[in-house]
């Protein structure tokens, strides 16, 4: 296991004066939510996610050595540019600012260079799936192959786990987005390897039914969220469930190990469904209060739940912090699914828009 140490580098053995690299990295789907953080980005309570495949951002990293007399970009010593689409996004960069900030220690090469930084999704942006985790997974792959580069003996392991290291910085749910297919991240006596500092992918057996798993992404509201995810952990600090919360987690974490192994759709829909109510039962129950769930979220879910007892199709819901909800299914009933979502639930997304996709692998170099 890797500490925070590890990631420090030492000197670097090649130099390399300018170039570039493309990485996509997956959103990620959290079936034991993370809700509460302590400082640095460390998780309240460990969590365990399906990496998506279809939902991603694509981000190019241009980088060379820099000439102090020319005029470049320079904030606070970084020299960026930020590009979204291929276009100037002046409103991204306060973010990045903020990542290289916390990263620099790891990356100290930083400095160094002038980068530009050209991302974009491959879903629709304002649609009200968070691209932070895709995002920022993006950025930390790119920033690992230039440290590759001046460090070529690096191993495999320490670059991905490094990789995930550094995303959690940029966003914590980040670290679940650079490997595949099933990923784990926080301590978690009965996950040997798990760590507070990264995601790893998930050590044991994990039965035919959850391969190739479907999730179908209800757009029900693309608005931006009234509460952001930030001040949201931030409220678990004096919650007063906060502690029972956080040894729930553990728990149905360890049932998940078990649920995993055995194939048992229908404890895997206890667990999944019981974790995305949870975690919006936390926001309701914090002070201040809030709600991210509109009422077509309640519509969907019971929806959901009717057409399970009617034709125990497994198909079940989870939620991130806010009013989309993931419809997850194993692929083989996707047919009747997809013909159910299409006849009854469509109409209660916004302009009738839905999202495919699947479990996936995780990042990828272009």
Not at 148 to 167: C, G, I, R
Request: glycine letters at 6%; aromatic letters at 12%.
């Amino acid at each position: 296991m890797f500490t925070a140490t590890d990631f420090i580098p030492k000197k670097y053995t090649s130099t390399i004066e300018n170039g570039n690299f493309e990485w996509s990295a997956p959103s990620n789907i959290a079936l034991v939510k993370y809700w509460g953080k302590k400082d640095n980005q460390i998780p309240a309570n460990p969590s365990i996610s399906f990496t998506l495949n279809n939902c991603k951002t694509i981000t190019k990293l241009g980088f060379k050595k820099r000439d102090t007399s020319t005029s470049l970009s320079v904030t606070n010593g970084f020299s960026f540019d930020l590009l979204f689409e291929g276009k100037p996004k002046e409103d991204f960069k306060p973010k990045i600012q903020k990542f290289l900030e916390r990263i620099e220690f790891y990356l100290p090469f930083l400095k160094d260079y002038h980068f530009t930084i050209d991302t974009q999704n491959t879903f629709p942006h304002s649609s009200g799936i968070a691209s932070s985790a895709s995002g920022m997974a993006a950025l930390a792959m790119n920033f690992m192959s230039l440290e590759k580069a001046l460090n070529p003996e690096m191993t495999d392991d320490h670059f991905y786990k490094k990789a995930s290291f550094l995303a959690r910085l940029g966003s914590g749910s980040a670290c679940r987005s650079v490997k595949g297919n099933v990923v784990a991240w926080g301590n978690q006596a009965n996950i040997e390897g798990s760590s507070d500092l990264y995601g790893v992918e998930f050590p044991y057996a994990i039965h035919e039914n959850f391969k190739n798993y479907q999730d179908t992404i209800l757009l029900v509201d693309k608005g931006e969220k009234q509460v952001s995810s930030t001040v949201g952990h931030d409220l678990m600090h004096n919650h007063p469930y906060a502690e029972r919360r956080f040894a729930q987690a553990h728990e149905n974490l360890d049932q998940l190990i078990a649920i995993f192994e055995s194939g048992n759709l229908d404890e895997f829909i206890k667990v999944v469904e019981s974790e995305a109510l949870t975690l919006h039962a936390m926001m309701m129950t914090s002070m201040p209060y809030f709600i991210l769930m509109k009422p077509n979220t309640l519509q969907i879910i019971n929806a959901i739940w009717k057409f399970r007892n009617e034709t125990q199709i497994p198909v079940c819901f989870t939620l991130d912090a806010g009013a989309n909800v993931h419809v997850l299914y194993p692929e083989n009933v996707s047919e009747k699914v997809l013909q159910f979502i299409k006849d009854e639930l469509v109409v209660f997304c916004q302009n009738r828009q839905y999202i495919c996709d699947q479990i996936g692998d995780g990042a990828i170099a272009s």
